[in-house]
C-alpha cells in the first residue's frame, strides 16, 4: 500500500479524505449566496406557511429562525451562609419561591451546596476515621 514509508510506518495524513476536504464550509458557502432579499423572501415564506397551517414550516421556525432563549446564569441577588447548608438551601428555595431567582439557577445553586455538603461529610468521615485508628493504635 502507499500510506506507508520506506520503514514500514504509516505515513502522517489520510489519504482517502484528502479529496473530501472543505465540506464543511460548502454551508457556509451557500449562506454567501443569499443576499438579504431573498432570507426576507424565504421567511415570509415560511411565515405564510405557518399562518395556514403548516406544522414543518413552524417547526423550522421554531428551531432555526427564533429558537427559545437559552438561560444566562446571572449573579445571585442574595447572600448566602456558605457555613450552614441548611440555611443556605432554604434561601435558595425562598428566592425561587419569590421570583427573585430563576429555577434553572436555584437548581444549579443547590447541586452547589449539596456538593458542598457532601464534600463536608467525606472530610469529617476522614477525619473521624482517624481518630478511630490513632486509639486502636494506642489501645494496642
Known amino acids: 500500500m502507499t500510506d506507508r514509508n ?3 510506518q504509516f505515513v502522517s495524513g489520510n489519504a482517502a479524505a484528502k479529496n473530501k476536504r472543505g465540506f464543511k464550509d460548502r454551508g457556509r458557502q451557500l449562506a454567501r449566496l443569499f443576499t438579504d432579499a431573498d432570507v426576507q423572501q424565504v421567511y415570509q415564506a415560511l411565515m405564510a406557511k405557518v399562518a395556514d397551517g403548516d406544522t414543518t414550516a413552524l417547526s423550522l421556525i421554531s428551531r432555526y429562525i427564533a429558537p427559545p432563549p437559552k438561560s444566562t446564569l446571572t449573579p445571585t441577588p442574595f ?3 456558605c457555613t450552614d447548608p441548611i ?5 435558595v428555595i425562598k428566592a425561587a419561591a419569590a421570583g427573585e431567582l430563576p429555577a434553572d439557577v436555584a437548581r444549579i445553586l443547590m447541586d452547589a451546596i449539596s456538593g458542598s455538603q457532601r464534600i463536608r461529610e ?3 468521615l476522614e477525619a473521624r476515621i482517624k481518630e478511630i485508628e490513632t486509639n486502636l493504635k494506642d489501645a494496642l
Open 6 to 8: 520506506a520503514q514500514g
Open 87 to 91: 440555611s443556605s438551601a432554604n434561601a
Open 122 to 124: 467525606v472530610v469529617e
Open 79 to 81: 447572600k448566602l451562609d
